[in-house]
T-cell receptor, first 115, second 113 residues
Framework: GNSVTQMEGPVTLSEEAFLTINCTYTATGYPSLFWYVQYPGEGLQLLLKATKADDKGSNKGFEATYRKETTSFHLEKGSVQVSDSAVYFCALMNRWSGNTGKLIFGQGTTLQVKP | NAGVMQNPRHLVRRRGQEARLRCSPMKGHSHVYWYRQLPEEGLKFMVYLQKENIIDESGMPKERFSAEFPKEGPSILRIQQVVRGDSAAYFC???????????FGPGTRLLVL
C-alpha cells in the first residue's frame, strides 16, 4: 500500500539554524511528492513538490529532492526564521493508473524556531 | 483570484445533531477532495467528487457521513447524528484536473459537545 512516514516532532531550532525534516514513503507505481505547511489555525499551503525521481522542488528557501533509490523526500532549509514555525506535512499522490488523486499524508512534524 | 473557501470556519454541535460543511473550490476547479484531521494527527482522505459525481469515497465512514457536489453551488459534507469522535478539522481541497496539485481551504473546525 501507500504510506508516508515523517520524523517525530517537535523540532526546536534557533533562528538561522539548518533544518532537515525527514520523510520516507512506500508506494507502488510513480508517486508525486509534496510538502505542505500549516500555520496555527489555518489550512494547508503547498510549499513545494516533485513529480519524478531526481526532481528538486524549492520555494521560499526550502528544498526537497525526490530520491527513488532511498524512497525519501527530505525537507531542508539553510537558515530558518521564527516565521517558519509551523507544522510541516509530507504527502504523496500515487499516479498509478486507476488511482484517483487523493493525497496520502504523513503525521506532520511541528517546527519551533526560537529567536 | 479567490482561493478555496470553506464555511463555517467553526461549528459547534451537540451530540445527535447534524453538521453541514460547505466548500467552494477555486475558480476553474471542478475536482473537490475532503480530508479530516483529528487532534494531533495528520490528514486522512475522505472523499473525492467531481460535479454531480462521487468518484472515490474509500475514506468515508460507512454510516452518518455523506457528500455531494451539485451542478450549481458548493460541495457539502454532511454528518448526521454527530458524536464526540467527529470533533476534528475538516479540510476541503480542489484541483483543476484529477491528479493535479490540490489547493486547500482554511478548514472547518467541528466541535461536538
Amino acid at each position: 500500500g501507500n504510506s508516508v512516514t515523517q520524523m517525530e516532532g517537535p523540532v526546536t531550532l534557533s533562528e538561522e539554524a539548518f533544518l532537515t525534516i525527514n520523510c520516507t514513503y512506500t508506494a507502488t507505481g510513480y508517486p508525486s511528492l509534496f510538502w505542505y505547511v500549516q500555520y496555527p489555525g489555518e489550512g494547508l499551503q503547498l510549499l513545494l513538490k516533485a513529480t519524478k525521481a531526481d526532481d528538486k522542488g524549492s520555494n521560499k528557501g526550502f528544498e526537497a529532492t525526490y530520491r527513488k533509490e532511498t524512497t525519501s523526500f527530505h525537507l531542508e532549509k539553510g537558515s530558518v526564521q521564527v516565521s517558519d514555525s509551523a507544522v510541516y506535512f509530507c504527502a504523496l499522490m500515487n499516479r498509478w493508473s486507476g488511482n484517483t488523486g487523493k493525497l496520502i499524508f504523513g503525521q506532520g512534524t511541528t517546527l519551533q524556531v526560537k529567536p | 483570484n479567490a482561493g478555496v473557501m470553506q464555511n463555517p470556519r467553526h461549528l459547534v454541535r451537540r451530540r445527535g445533531q447534524e453538521a453541514r460543511l460547505r466548500c467552494s473550490p477555486m475558480k476553474g476547479h471542478s475536482h473537490v477532495y475532503w480530508y479530516r484531521q483529528l487532534p494531533e494527527e495528520g490528514l486522512k482522505f475522505m472523499v473525492y467528487l467531481q460535479k454531480e459525481n462521487i468518484i472515490d469515497e474509500s475514506g468515508m465512514p460507512k454510516e452518518r457521513f455523506s457528500a455531494e457536489f451539485p451542478k450549481e453551488g458548493p460541495s457539502i459534507l454532511r454528518i448526521q447524528q454527530v458524536v464526540r469522535g467527529d470533533s476534528a478539522a475538516y479540510f476541503c481541497a480542489s484541483s483543476a484536473q484529477d491528479q493535479e496539485t490540490q489547493y486547500f481551504g482554511p478548514g472547518t473546525r467541528l466541535l461536538v459537545l
